[in-house]
């Protein structure tokens, strides 16, 4: 009887990535100490191109050195910065006309926008073929140097344009349904928005009403080709009309940073394992009520590069590993994961070579316990391992739907695209109940602050990976795929 209740109490015993009460606090010590100082007033909500983003990435690398990581940009010339050439644009002004036979009709601009990246786009006096809501089957010598004319439709034009342009229009006109779709394309486009330079083109977007084009064609013309557009044989049709389109924008470039770090594994050629989280917030976003208009990001994503850095300070006091294993804190997520997209296409390391990947983004959100939202589950050939060091520290699941409703807005989804195993582990993302009242209140506001942030989730996750990542870096545990 006593060597089976010995039995029964080894199986019951604590599970993995567990630890007592006293690490866990030493833990929550050490993030919330990073929280504070990224998320402060002094770094002015961490935007890109900033005082906030120098002080950032300085901090980021002095925490890096501390906790024993070396550069990992393996670039002497860059040590630890890994540039990112980015351009901030914002729309100032522009103007449309439509020339039909011998009328110029000047479009007034509550129905009428366009849109460059460059400080100056002009078109004058080019053709105009329409396309409708074709974009694949539209041969490109039906297009190349004129004006598009298409038709929106939600969900899809933005894709849509992307494939026009592609085969070399001169600029793209939308019809809009009407001026309230024109002031809503206002409010999203002549925000500063920041693109890499790598991937600047010479697009020129405009965007009417088809009110306009109801005066300018007549009724019966304009119903001739919608009627058109709508035949499975479509073509687009060139027609009798000239645009000229101007527009400008308050342009500037210049350099961001990935802050990349590494521990030094005993089998490099084994491959790497890399951690990574977006330092960048927002700046300043408050509106004309608040008081404090700083956005401080502290859940988003303060906390995520709290918790790298202590994972990484763990994991070196457990090495050496077999893997190498990269840290990266990238730049300009909430741009557009830009940050990530630097980072493929002029990588550190072969992408090829990275067995994993596990990015972490406003981690301090679920209390301790809760479920683990999986970002990418089924996706890549992680999920065995996975699902191993789940079961093996006794948690559970959180809800799929949620989960992957946050699939495409990460940086992960970039590596994905790239075929890099990557993915997300969090319980912020395990249940709809603990993130939709953060989304609704606090995302992207000045109350994503140091007092809003929740550890006992962050910590389980932090435990959480350090399992897989020991486990993952160990080649005789997991072979090179």
Same mark, same amino acid.
């Given at each position: 009887m006593a060597a089976l209740g010995l039995a029964i109490s080894a199986c019951v015993g604590s599970p993995v990535a567990s630890v007592s009460k006293a690490e866990r606090a030493q833990i929550a010590a050490s993030m919330t100490r990073d929280i504070n100082v990224l998320a402060s007033d002094t770094y002015g909500g961490r935007k890109p191109g900033t005082d906030g983003q120098v002080l950032t990435v300085n901090y980021i690398i002095d925490r890096?050195?501390?906790?024993?990581?070396?550069?990992?940009?393996?670039?002497?010339g860059n040590p630890w910065r890994a540039p990112v050439r980015l351009i901030s644009t914002q729309p100032s002004e522009s103007s449309v006309t439509l020339s039909f036979g011998a009328r110029d009709v000047e479009l007034p601009a509550e129905v009428a926008a366009a849109y460059t990246t460059r400080q100056l786009a002009l078109v004058e006096g080019a053709d105009v073929v329409f396309v409708g809501r074709e974009a694949t089957r539209v041969p490109t010598e039906r297009v190349s140097g004129k004006v598009v004319l298409m038709l929106d439709e939600d969900g899809v034009s933005d894709a849509r344009r992307e494939i026009l342009f592609a085969k070399g229009p001169v600029a793209i006109i939308t019809v809009m349904q009407d001026t309230k779709s024109i002031a809503d394309q206002r409010f999203v486009s002549e925000r500063e928005r920041f693109i890499l330079a790598s991937r600047e083109?010479?697009?020129?977007?405009?965007?009417?009403?088809?009110?306009?084009?109801?005066?300018?064609?007549?009724?019966?013309? /304009? &119903?001739? $080709?919608?009627?058109?557009?709508? %035949?499975? +044989?479509f073509e687009a049709i060139d027609l009798t009309m000239a645009a000229t389109i101007e527009a400008k924008s308050k342009r500037r470039e210049f350099n961001s940073f990935n802050v990349i770090g590494r521990l030094a594994g005993t089998q490099p050629a084994e491959g790497a394992v890399l951690?990574?989280?977006? /330092? &960048?917030? $927002?700046?300043?976003?408050?509106? %004309?009520? +608040?008081?404090?208009?700083?956005?401080?990001?502290a859940i988003d994503n303060a906390s995520g590069i709290a918790l790298i850095i202590e994972l990484a300070r763990r994991l070196k006091e457990a090495g050496p590993h077999d893997r190498d294993i990269y840290v990266m804190a990238t730049t300009a997520e909430e741009a557009g994961l830009l940050g990530i997209r630097a980072f493929t296409e002029q990588p550190s390391i072969p992408l090829d070579s990275i067995v994993a990947a596990f990015n972490f983004d406003s981690v301090a959100l679920a209390p301790q316990g809760s479920p683990v939202g999986f970002i990418g589950?089924?996706?890549?050939?992680?999920?065995?391992?996975?699902?191993?060091?789940?079961?093996?520290?006794?948690?559970?699941?959180?809800?799929?739907?949620?989960?992957?409703?946050?699939?495409?807005?990460q940086d992960a989804w970039v590596l994905l695209q790239e075929n890099v195993p990557a993915l997300v582990l969090s319980t912020t993302f395990g249940s709809e109940i603990t993130l939709g009242p953060y989304l609704e209140a606090d995302y992207h506001r000045v109350s994503d602050d140091i007092d809003k942030i929740e550890l006992g989730g962050a910590i389980d996750d932090l435990l959480l990976h350090e399992e897989l990542v020991k486990r993952l870096a160990d080649t005789e545990v997991y072979p090179t795929p």
């Open positions: 890096f050195q501390n906790v024993g990581l070396e550069s990992g940009t393996n670039d002497p083109g010479q697009e020129l977007r405009a965007f009417i009403t088809n009110s306009v084009m109801l005066s300018v064609l007549g009724e019966d013309r /304009w &119903d001739e $080709l919608l009627q058109a557009s709508d %035949e499975d +044989d951690l990574l989280a977006h /330092w &960048d917030h $927002l700046g300043t976003c408050g509106t %004309e009520a +608040d008081q404090d208009k700083i956005c401080n990001g589950e089924g996706r890549t050939v992680l999920d065995e391992v996975v699902m191993d060091v789940l079961n093996d520290a006794r948690r559970k699941l959180g809800s799929r739907e949620t989960a992957e409703s946050f699939i495409q807005r």
